[in-house]
């Protein structure tokens, strides 16, 4: 009878135990694999199925040279002398993108833009702390996760010039998922996926990464020392030192970074937009990146970079790629045909350049700021 009993014992404890395994189990979601695109050069999305990664890969780099203005011989003018002169005034910490997204992108981008130090080690995992499970367990969650990451990413690109050691192209974001039948949980992370790092091309590990900020950082003193005076003076020295110490180039792997720009001294369209934004929300001075198409005298157009400001109350374009024109010819800029893009208001600009008010593929439409109609 005793046996019999145990027996009935261990058979009941078989029971619940299979009943405790259906009840609980942990799987890992295969979702597809998305391209983002890139914030000024657009690509159709690559879907793949097959993974569970959402992988952030930007489009690949036109082929056609960016459309520079044309300009036939020229003469060197006299310059204009700058004389005023005060303190250097506070760092301008500009999230502007970052302000105008939604709740679970900005989740992400403090996720990114917290870890920067990690990131330098090329292979740093990011853990999300925070509860998807709304988002997720709704009809449209994944197809909106996306929308967010994207949104995310490109914000990141467009608020932090300097993050030019990490390619986010190979930032993925990983979806772990818990369930059982009572809920479902969700754990995301951020990782190199199935890359070895996530470091930018001509990048091979911390040691080259800390080398390359270490020259960034002493350059970007020297630009800080040139571009004084009050806010004016401050963009027009800048402007006009990038000017004098940078050259157009596609040739190099940073040539859209502000790595290309402080210490190769060369680059194109993001690299100058992006080294104006870089010192200047060093010194204080309220600007951002815009993004668009412009369409230069030869009426070539193409994807474009270019910088807003804000002076005396009043935000201004400033497009220094354009204020750096080919010179088909013998000469040298005068001043008017180098600051020819310097503080213009929106009745000249949009003549040119058309603004892009989504920043990826996702459809979120981002408010720029509204220029003064006039120029500075």
């Known amino acids: 009878m005793k046996d019999k009993s145990s027996n009935a014992l ?7 135990i299979a009943i405790l395994g259906t009840m609980y189990y942990v799987k890992v979601i295969r979702n597809k694999e998305y391209s983002l695109d890139n914030v000024t050069i657009y690509s159709e999305e690559n879907w793949n199925n097959s993974n569970r990664i959402y992988a952030n890969t930007y489009a690949q780099e036109s082929s056609v040279p960016e459309s520079r203005p044309q300009i036939g011989n020229v003469s060197e003018a006299g310059e204009k002398v700058y004389t005023a002169n005060n303190e250097l005034g506070y760092k301008y910490n500009n999230r502007y993108y970052y302000n105008r997204l939604d709740k679970y992108s900005q989740v992400i981008y403090d996720a990114i833009s917290n870890n920067l130090d990690n990131l330098k080690t090329g292979n740093y995992t990011i853990n999300i702390d925070y509860d998807f499970s709304t988002l997720l367990n709704s009809q449209d969650g994944n197809q909106l996760l996306d929308g967010y990451y994207k949104d995310a990413v490109n914000a990141i690109k467009l608020d932090i010039p300097h993050l030019f050691y990490i390619d986010l192209s190979k930032l993925c974001l990983n979806i772990e998922t818990s369930s059982n039948l009572f809920k479902t949980t969700y754990k995301l992370y951020i990782n190199a996926g199935q890359n070895p790092n996530y470091f930018s091309e001509g990048f091979n590990d911390s040691y080259s990464v800390i080398d390359a900020l270490t020259k960034v950082e002493n350059a970007k003193e020297q630009y800080k020392k040139v571009a004084t005076g009050e806010e004016y003076f401050k963009l027009a020295r800048l402007h006009d030192y990038l000017l004098e110490n940078m050259y157009y180039d596609s040739s190099s792997v940073q040539k859209g970074n502000v790595y290309g720009a402080l210490i190769e001294k060369k680059g194109v369209c993001e690299a100058y937009a992006r080294v104006y934004k870089y010192i200047l ?29 804000k002076l005396n109350g009043n935000w201004y374009a400033v497009d220094v790629t354009w204020d750096d024109p080919i010179i088909i010819g013998n000469g040298m800029i005068d001043y008017n045909t180098k600051h020819k893009y310097f503080l213009i208001g929106s009745q000249e600009l949009f003549q040119s350049h058309t603004e892009s008010l989504t920043i990826s593929s996702s459809g979120k439409i981002f408010e720029l700021p509204k220029l003064s109609v006039s120029n500075y």
């Not at 261990?10 to 619940?16: S, T």
């Not at 990146?289 to 807003?308: C, K, Q, R």
């Open 10 to 16: 261990i058979v009941f404890i078989l029971i619940i």
């Open 281 to 309: 929300d060093e010194l204080g001075v309220e600007n951002i990146l815009a993004t668009g198409i412009a369409t230069n005298s030869s009426n070539e157009t193409e994807d474009h970079m270019w910088n807003y400001v």
